[in-house]
């Protein structure tokens, strides 16, 4: 199986491309080529594939092999491979992906796209505004929101905080809670100012990430809807900066998406 690794944010995965490849039995391939020490390495596997109903269609599996639902990051890198590789003709068009069809810009530098831009649409909060719930005997205080994949965001009162945060030891008590039955992702927040705030997060199916995309989608939703921070907000992730605003309440992201290498491996 030919295969590209890319980052968007340092949320990384490997890629498929199906308009060529054929994947039998996805779930189990993500597993394999996910693990960092005998596979490839990734956050999990993302497949780029035709649609019928848009331009591209966006295939995600997390490293545990379970299928994801929208990633953010994912479908940044899936646009930069479609329009670098001419699988769309235009610097706006479509995706499928199982949250919906996603609206696309490109950004493009020397016939490439360096920036993309995704039209999120719209997120919802799905708690009380805040919702107490205890996490291994401590009492924490969260939003929910969807925005095509659960999540809940929590806030912490320091950046030094929120660097200490052992989520290796902890992060599985928030995705696990019996608040959430289909599991989440979990979001944690500093807010620096109206127009910067910063994110670690614990993913679903997948361990702490370097990035979420619809993570920092949901932060900014979060904080924007708390009256924290501006409509436009950057957000400040381990791997890099992911811009967000809410315009007439469709949310937008922007960023970069980048080659890592290319491979060949055989199952």
């Not at 995965?13 to 490849?21: A, I």
């Not at 992060?171 to 289909?182: A, C, L, M, S, T």
Request: net charge negative; proline share 2%; hydrophobic share 35%.
């Amino acid at each position: 199986m030919k295969f590209v690794k890319m980052q968007g944010a340092g949320n990384d995965y490997v890629y498929v491309d199906c308009f060529k490849e054929k994947v039998k039995n996805p779930s189990e391939i993500a597993i394999k080529v996910s693990d960092r020490h005998f596979g490839v390495g990734s956050d999990g596997l993302i497949l780029i594939c035709p649609s019928d109903i848009a331009d591209v269609k966006m295939d995600m599996y997390n490293a545990d092999g379970s299928r994801g639902l929208m990633c953010g990051n994912g479908a940044r890198c899936v646009a930069k491979y479609a329009y670098d590789h001419g699988y769309v003709k235009s610097e706006n068009f479509t995706m499928e992906t199982c949250a919906g069809i996603k609206y696309i810009k490109v950004e493009p530098k020397n016939g490439k796209a360096e920036y993309i831009n995704v039209n999120m649409g719209k997120a919802v909060i799905t708690s009380e505004f805040p919702e107490k719930i205890l996490i291994n005997g401590e009492e924490k205080e969260f939003i929910g929101v969807d925005i095509g994949n659960p999540h809940a965001v929590y806030y912490v009162d320091s950046l030094e905080k929120l660097h200490n945060m052992d989520l290796n030891r902890v992060g599985e008590y928030y995705e696990k809670h019996e608040r959430f039955p289909q599991k989440v992702n979990s979001e944690f927040i500093y807010i620096k100012d109206r127009k910067n705030i910063y994110m670690r997060v614990w993913e679903r199916g997948s361990g702490e990430t370097l990035a979420c995309g619809t993570g920092a989608c949901a932060s900014a939703f979060a904080t924007i809807k708390k009256g924290d921070c501006d409509t436009s907000v950057r957000v400040h992730l381990l791997g890099g900066d992911l811009d967000i605003s809410l315009e007439n309440d469709e949310i937008y992201m922007r960023g970069k998406a980048e080659y890592v290498f290319t491979g060949e491996i055989n199952f």
